[in-house]
């Protein structure tokens, strides 16, 4: 989605995600697969034009994330003064496959906790800010179950209502059904 922005204007790319990315002048020395997979991928989005700022945040940390929004990430890490944020993904997303059967709370938990409990953070951080878009990324797990994810399922529905509730507030939301066809 980032690289999608970036390809269409976006000039100004806050990455959040629980555990963020190593200081950059330690970047061409990384190893571990992972993050070294994300390091490309911001580089790649870099070399399109964009500046893009990678920060370790946990979207359930109300304040947190309101320090961000009232532009509190420069100084959580660069200290290069950002533009305000004026549109958010949310895109977190855990599984934690079990059938309903064998369902327990930590596992639901585990699960809504990034998903839902994060995107309502986001909701309500937002409030009185001026964003131009919100964007859920949804599943249609919610409608056309798997086996063994009902505690994702539910996320998913949560973020469906969520959107549609913040739309009826006028807040620019919609849930984005992620998937393999991505058009």
Not at 5 to 16: F, N, T, Y
């Amino acid at each position: 989605i980032a690289r999608w922005l970036a390809e269409r204007g976006a000039r100004h790319l806050l990455l959040a995600g629980r555990r963020g990315l190593p200081p950059r002048e330690s970047w061409a020395q990384q190893t571990d697969e992972g993050i070294r997979r994300s390091i490309d991928i911001v580089e790649a989005i870099e070399a399109l034009g964009a500046s893009v700022h990678p920060l370790a945040l946990d979207v359930t940390d109300e304040g947190a994330v309101r320090q961000v929004l009232q532009g509190g990430a420069a100084s959580l890490s660069s200290g290069v003064q950002w533009p305000a944020v004026r549109g958010i993904v949310h895109a977190a997303a855990v599984a934690d496959d079990c059938l309903i059967d064998r369902l327990t709370p930590a596992s639901l938990r585990n699960v809504l906790r990034p998903k839902a409990t994060g995107a309502a953070v986001l909701a309500r951080a937002t409030d009185g800010h001026a964003i131009d878009f919100l964007v859920l990324c949804s599943s249609l797990g919610s409608l056309l179950g798997q086996p063994g994810q009902a505690s994702y399922a539910a996320a998913n529905a949560y973020l469906d209502a969520l959107a549609v509730d913040l739309r009826r507030r006028g807040v620019p939301s919609t849930p984005r059904p992620v998937g393999r066809n991505r058009s």
